[in-house]
C-alpha cells in the first residue's frame, strides 16, 4: 500500500464516517435525557428524500439541508408525542418510525428517482490543504464534513461545560430529582428528539445531497442502526462518537480497498460484520444489568409522568 | 416490511382495478422486483411493457406490479394477477422463479415466462439476455481506453451470470491490450448507490481508470466523471449522469421478445422454451456511444459489434484456460447455453479468486 493509497483510503473513511457522525451526535443528545429513538433509520430516509426534493426543487442544496431537518424534527415529533405525550413503549414506537420512515420515503420520492443535482462541492481550506498527505485527509472535504465536526465540538462543550449539559444530564439519569428541583422533563426531552430529528435529517440529506447524490428507495441501506451502535460503543462520550465514526468508515472502506488489491475474504462476511456488531449491542443495550456498566444515562428507555409525581 | 407489503398490496388493487375494454383485449401481467423509476432494471422491462402496449394497441391490455419483494409475497402477487383475468404474466426477477412454477401449475390455461431462471412447465418458459456479448465490447473499450492498464469491475453477487461476463470482459480487453489487469470487488447488491459509489472509489484509488459495473446504479458513473475516469453504463442509456465519463451504455430492450411471445400466445402458437436473446435479436444495443472516443477505439467497438451481432464470433470458444491452468472449454469447442449457466471459473489472467 503506497502513501497515495492510504492518502486516499483516509479521506474515503471520513466522508463514508460523516452520515454516521450527524446522526449519532443528535440520538446521543437524545439518549442523554433518556428517551431511545430507534426511528433513526426512518427519519434519516425521510431527511434524505426531502433533502433531495428541495434542493432539486429550488437548485439551491442549501435548501435541501433545510428540509431535511425541518422534516426530520417532524418525524421526531410524531416520536416524541407517542413517548413523551402518551407514554408509549420507547423501543416499539421507535421501531414503528422506522418502518413508518422508510415507506413514505420511498412514496413520496418515486417522482425523484434517477434525478440528478449538482450537490455540495468540495472546499478545500487554504493554506491547510497544502499540507503533504494530511491535507489530503483533512482538509479537502465538503462543507457538510467540516460541520459534523464543527457540531461535534460544540455538543461535547455543551454537554460537558455548561449548566444546559447538566440539565440534560439531570434529566436523564433522575428525571424525578430533576422534576424537583423545578426542570421542565418533558420539555427537555422534547427539545432533545428534535434536535436528534434534526440531526438525522442532516445525515440522510448528506446521503442524498453529497455523498451520491441521488435518491433511490432505502439508500441508506441500514446506516441509521449502525449509528445507534456507536452511541452505545462510545459509551454516550462525543469524542469517541467521532473517534467511531471515522473508524466504522475506515472499516467499510478497506473491506472494498482489500477485495480490489486481490484478498479473498468473503466480502459477504465482511459485509456483515457491522450488523453483527450492531446487533449485539442491541442486545446489551436491552439487558439492564450490563447498562450501568456502559455508563447508560439511568433512566434511558423509561417513560416520565409528572402527573404521577404530585 | 409490513408497510412495504401493504404499498404492493395497494399496488396491485390499483393494477388489477383497470376497466375492461369492450371487445375483451388480451390480458399481460408484469411483476418487477424494483421500482419503474430505477433507471436500470425494472425500468427497461417496463419500457418492454409499454412498447408492447403501443404495438397491439386496443388488442392488449397490460398491468404490472413494482416493487414485489422476492418470497412469498411474490407468489401471492402473481396469483393475484393470475385470478384477475391475465392471460400472460411476465415475471422479471430470477428469485420469483419458485413462485413463478407453483402458481404455473395452478393455473393451467394461463401462460408465464420467467427472466433469467432455469425451471420450465409446459405453460411456463423462461427468457434472459447475453449480456456477455455487451460486456465482451464493454472490456473492448476499456481495454484501449485504460492508460494505467487497470480496469475495474463491480461486481454484485458472485453468480454465473456475472462471472460469465467478468470473464468475456477480461478476454476482450486482453486481446486489445494484453498488459491490461482487472481489479474485482463485490458489493453484494444489486442497487446500493451508496456502497456502488465506495466501490468505485476504492478501485479508483488503486488505479483504475475504466469502470465496469454490474450493478444497476448510476453512482459509479457520477464518481468517475467526478474523478474523470472512464466507466460504461449497465441495463439502461445512463449517459446523462456521466457526460464526459460515459463511454456507452449496454441496454437491455425486452419489447422485441414481450411483442413475440404475446403475438405466439395470441395465435396459440406459444411453446414454452429457454429463450437466450442478444444483439442479433434487438434486445442488447450500445446506447448513445460517447463522441469523444479516439477513432480507432470508436472503429474497433464497432467492428467487434459486428463480428458478434453476424454471429461470426463468440466469446467463449476454445481454447479458453481457467486461472488455475485447467482447459475450460477446449479448442473448436463453444459453450452451448447450458455450458453458459454454469460458468462458475476466472478466465487465466484474472489474479483473482471468486468468493464462496
Same mark, same amino acid.
Given at each position: 500500500m503506497d502513501i497515495d493509497l492510504i492518502t486516499q483510503v483516509l479521506f474515503a473513511a471520513i466522508k463514508t464516517g460523516t452520515p454516521l457522525l450527524f446522526i449519532a451526535l443528535g440520538e446521543a443528545i437524545c439518549e442523554k435525557t433518556g428517551v431511545l429513538n430507534l426511528g433513526q433509520e426512518g427519519m434519516m430516509l425521510m431527511g434524505a428524500v426531502v433533502g433531495f426534493m428541495a434542493a432539486y426543487g429550488t437548485g439551491n442544496a442549501g435548501f435541501g439541508l433545510l428540509g431535511a431537518m425541518i422534516i426530520g424534527m417532524v418525524m421526531s415529533l410524531i416520536f416524541g408525542f407517542l413517548v413523551?405525550?402518551?407514554?408509549?413503549n420507547q423501543v416499539a414506537t421507535g421501531l414503528a418510525l422506522t418502518i413508518f420512515g422508510t415507506g413514505l420515503s420511498a412514496f413520496i420520492g418515486s417522482g425523484v428517482v434517477g434525478q440528478t443535482i449538482t450537490g455540495f462541492q468540495p472546499l478545500s481550506i487554504p493554506v491547510l /490543504?497544502?499540507? !503533504? +498527505?494530511l491535507g489530503k485527509v483533512l482538509? @479537502?472535504? $465538503?462543507v457538510m464534513v467540516y460541520l459534523a465536526v464543527l457540531l461535534a465540538i460544540i455538543i461535547a462543550f455543551v454537554a460537558n461545560k455548561t449548566r444546559l449539559g447538566l440539565t440534560i444530564k439531570a434529566v436523564g439519569e433522575n428525571p424525578n430529582a430533576a422534576n424537583a428541583i423545578g426542570i421542565k422533563v418533558l420539555r427537555v426531552r422534547y427539545l432533545a428528539v428534535m434536535f436528534g430529528g434534526a440531526m438525522a435529517g442532516l445525515g440522510g440529506a448528506y446521503m442524498s445531497l453529497? =455523498?451520491?447524490p441521488m435518491w433511490v428507495e %432505502?439508500?441508506?441501506?441500514g446506516r441509521g442502526w449502525i449509528a445507534l451502535a456507536l452511541v452505545v460503543f462510545a459509551s454516550w462520550r462525543i469524542g469517541n462518537i467521532v473517534l467511531g465514526a471515522y473508524l466504522f468508515g475506515l472499516a467499510s472502506i478497506m473491506h472494498l480497498v482489500l477485495q480490489g488489491m486481490?484478498? @479473498?475474504?468473503s466480502p459477504n462476511l465482511l459485509a456483515m460484520l457491522p450488523y453483527v456488531a450492531t446487533i449485539i449491542v442491541m442486545v446489551i443495550i436491552s439487558a439492564d444489568k450490563y447498562k450501568e456498566k456502559l455508563l447508560a *444515562?439511568? /433512566?434511558?428507555g423509561k417513560p416520565f409522568d409528572p402527573r404521577q409525581m404530585a | 416490511m409490513k408497510l412495504k407489503s401493504l404499498l404492493v398490496g395497494l399496488g396491485l388493487l390499483a393494477g388489477v382495478a383497470t376497466v375492461q375494454a369492450a371487445d375483451d383485449p388480451f390480458k399481460v401481467g408484469f411483476v418487477y422486483?424494483? !421500482? +419503474?423509476? $430505477?433507471?436500470g432494471w425494472s425500468y427497461e422491462h417496463d419500457r418492454g411493457r409499454q412498447e408492447l402496449q403501443e404495438f397491439f394497441g386496443d388488442k392488449v391490455e397490460t398491468t404490472y406490479v413494482e416493487n414485489v419483494p422476492e418470497g412469498a409475497d411474490a407468489q401471492r402477487v402473481i396469483t393475484q394477477l393470475a385470478k384477475a383475468g391475465n392471460d400472460l404474466i411476465f415475471s422479471t426477477s430470477f428469485g420469483f422463479m419458485n413462485p413463478t412454477l407453483k402458481v404455473a401449475k395452478r393455473f393451467p390455461n394461463v401462460t408465464f415466462e420467467h427472466a433469467t431462471g432455469y425451471k420450465r412447465s409446459k405453460n411456463m418458459g423462461t427468457y434472459v439476455l447475453r449480456t456477455y456479448e455487451g460486456r465482451y465490447v464493454s472490456g473492448i473499450a476499456a481495454g484501449m481506453l485504460t492508460e494505467s492498464n487497470t480496469i475495474g469491475y463491480i461486481g454484485s453477487f458472485p453468480i454465473p451470470e456475472v462471472i460469465r461476463d467478468i470473464n468475456a470482459s477480461y478476454m476482450a480487453a486482453k486481446s486489445v491490450n494484453p498488459a491490461v489487469t482487472m481489479k474485482i470487488v463485490w458489493? %453484494? /447488491?444489486? =442497487?446500493d448507490p451508496g456502497k456502488e459509489t465506495d466501490a468505485a472509489n476504492a478501485l479508483m484509488d488503486q488505479g483504475v481508470d475504466v469502470l465496469l459495473q454490474h450493478?444497476? @446504479? !448510476?453512482a459509479p458513473l457520477i464518481a468517475a466523471e467526478k474523478r474523470g475516469a472512464r466507466a460504461i453504463g449497465q441495463?439502461? $442509456?445512463?449517459s446523462s449522469f456521466a457526460p464526459n465519463a460515459h463511454v456507452f451504455s449496454v441496454r437491455d430492450d425486452w419489447a422485441p421478445y414481450y411483442i413475440k411471445v404475446t403475438q405466439e400466445v395470441m395465435d396459440g402458437t406459444y411453446e414454452p422454451k429457454d429463450f437466450w436473446g442478444g444483439f442479433q435479436e434487438d434486445m442488447l444495443s450500445l446506447a @448513445?456511444? %460517447? $463522441?469523444?472516443?479516439p477513432k480507432n477505439v470508436r472503429a474497433k467497438i464497432d467492428e467487434t459489434y459486428d463480428l458478434i451481432n453476424s454471429g461470426?464470433?463468440? *466469446?467463449?470458444?476454445?481454447p479458453i484456460k481457467d486461472n488455475k491452468g485447467n482447459i475450460v472449454v477446449p479448442e473448436g469447442h463453444t459453450l452451448s447455453d447450458t455450458e453458459l449457466a454454469q460458468v462458475n471459473w476466472y478466465v487465466e489472467g484474472i489474479t483473482d479468486e471468486i468468493p464462496r
Open positions: 413523551l405525550h402518551l407514554g408509549a /490543504s497544502d499540507i !503533504p +498527505v482538509f @479537502s472535504h $465538503d453529497v =455523498y451520491t %432505502n439508500m441508506t441501506a486481490g484478498w @479473498s475474504i *444515562p439511568r /433512566s434511558l | 422486483v424494483g !421500482p +419503474v423509476g $430505477d433507471l458489493v %453484494n /447488491s444489486w =442497487y450493478t444497476d @446504479s !448510476p441495463a439502461s $442509456d445512463q @448513445s456511444i %460517447n $463522441d469523444n472516443l461470426k464470433f463468440h *466469446p467463449f470458444t476454445g
